[in-house]
């Protein structure tokens, strides 16, 4: 059983700053790969950021520059910092896991329930 709760989103107005987490928990023998995906009204779901076991990271041209990510193995914790937010930066945002759960070989993905970031004046 494996669970990721988020939190961090909210109403920000163009410039702010947002910070995301999202933990695991449950049965979890190891995670691989941790990112944030987001989906606008209308659009379909796309890859913000990741970040592997090891540290390498990934981010989709549209935020790089602005959003940093990072993790904390020991919590089972993935972060998403927001920097100079832009409208079309709001979204969805869902947290998404890949790992493995105890007893198992094979890489299982899960994702968060999504928590809304809405940049406005």
């Known amino acids: 059983q494996v669970q990721l709760v988020e939190s961090g989103g909210g109403l920000v107005q163009p410039g702010g700053s947002l910070r995301l987490s999202c933990v695991a928990s449950?049965?979890?023998?190891?995670?691989?790969?941790m990112g944030w995906y987001r989906q606008a009204p209308g659009k379909q779901r796309e890859l913000v950021a990741a970040?592997?076991?090891?540290?390498?990271?990934n981010y989709a041209d549209s935020v790089k520059g602005r959003f940093t990510i990072s993790r904390d193995n020991g919590k089972n914790t993935v972060y998403l910092q927001m920097n100079s937010l832009k409208p079309e930066d709001t979204a969805v945002y869902y947290c998404?896991?890949?790992?493995?759960?105890?007893?198992?070989?094979?890489?299982?993905?899960?994702w968060g329930q999504g928590t809304q970031v809405t940049v406005s004046s």
């Open positions: 998404n896991v890949e790992l493995r759960i105890s007893g198992s070989w094979s890489r299982r993905t899960y």
């Open positions: 449950g049965s979890i023998f190891s995670i691989n790969v």
């Open positions: 970040i592997t076991s090891a540290g390498s990271t």
